[in-house]
């Protein structure tokens, strides 16, 4: 089961069970069963278990790549940037009506965004590289630091999953085995990409955009994600302000040579 937990419970007092596969946030199937299932309450516990100590080891594994400063000066400049670039598309000089204003705003809003966080690294100190996806398509920023890498798209409010593109599939395919990925998604020579690539983490923050009938100058939120390789779902998805209260605490160590290593084989093991 991929991003799905088995809970069998009693559907009655007549002995039969029902059994929910649940994903992280909603019933995706339920099936009822009337012959007597093992109650397996501790196995749907234990795999709860294992998913939180996931997002622990992701929580350490972020918080020892990153300081506090960087995801602090992200989240300014990605709202900053957010309101200006609706600013631009409907200011007096574009002079957009609301058709072009509808198709303009996502490219304006994606670049701008991207500048944010090109700014928000280079004020870190922490190494980026501009890609280009190929065949030539749209353009993306990819930080690194200790063996993590992250990217930005956006989301609409209502998408469930992120929809398979290149610059997607590249990020996921960073949590594969190392002949896994394919550098050629973003046309980058061996020597253009930060680091070694084996044993990286992929990561994709995500700027939640409001419905077309909401103000259009504030993003709904902005997220720290690890999303599956079938992009179904996340291993990992946090608010911004979640991250930004990791570091109120003391953290575990990380050596990203050991750490990144036995994550990358756990977060393999949860999509089996």
Known sequence: MVGQVLAIYPKSFDGGYQACILDTDAVTACIQNEKNLPLNLLNATGYLKRMEDVQKQIDDVLASAFRREFWLDLQDQMHTSYEAA????????????????????????????????????????????????????????????????????????????????????LIAELNHDYEGYTPDFFGLNDNELPGDRSGSLGVLLLNINPPLSAEQDRMLDLRVTVPFTNLKGFHYNRSIIEILELYSVEREIVVPDIAIPRLKKRLKDQEI
């Open 86 to 169: 609706q600013d631009v598309s409907t200011g007096s000089s574009l002079k957009l009506e609301r058709p072009d204003i509808v198709r303009a705003r996502p490219q304006i809003r994606h670049y701008t965004l991207n500048a944010a966080f090109r700014r928000a690294a280079r004020s870190s100190g922490y190494e980026y590289v501009d890609a280009e996806t190929v065949p030539k398509g749209e353009n993306y920023v990819i930080v690194s630091a200790d063996r993590v890498r992250v990217s930005r798209i956006g989301l609409n409010h209502n998408d469930i999953n992120i929809r398979s593109a290149k610059h997607r599939s």
